[in-house]
C-alpha cells in the first residue's frame, strides 16, 4: 500500500521589481499557487520573464522579489 502525500497548495501574492543598473523602474505583481513561499518567489521570477519589463535593450536589466 502507497501512502499518498496530498501537497496542499496556496495562493501567494508575489511583488517583482524591475531594475537597470541597481535603479528600480518598474514592478508586477503575481498571484502564484505553490506549496510555499520560496517556491512562490521562483516561480514568480520565472514568470516575470515573460513581462514587457523584460527587455533586453534595457541595460543590466535585474528583476527581484519584493519582500511581503
Known amino acids: 500500500m ?3 502525500a496530498q501537497v496542499e497548495m496556496q495562493t501567494f501574492t ?3 521589481e524591475f531594475s537597470s543598473g ?3 523602474y518598474a ?3 503575481y498571484t502564484v499557487e505553490a ?3 520560496y ?3 521562483r516561480d514568480a521570477i520565472e514568470m516575470s520573464v ?3 519589463y523584460d527587455n533586453a535593450r534595457i541595460p543590466d536589466l535585474t528583476r ?3 519582500a511581503q
Open 2 to 4: 502507497h501512502a499518498s
Open 14 to 16: 508575489v511583488t517583482v
Open 22 to 24: 541597481g535603479e528600480p
Open 27 to 29: 514592478t508586477e505583481t
Open 35 to 37: 506549496t510555499d513561499w
Open 39 to 41: 517556491r512562490a518567489q
Open 50 to 52: 515573460s513581462s514587457p
Open 64 to 66: 527581484r522579489v519584493i
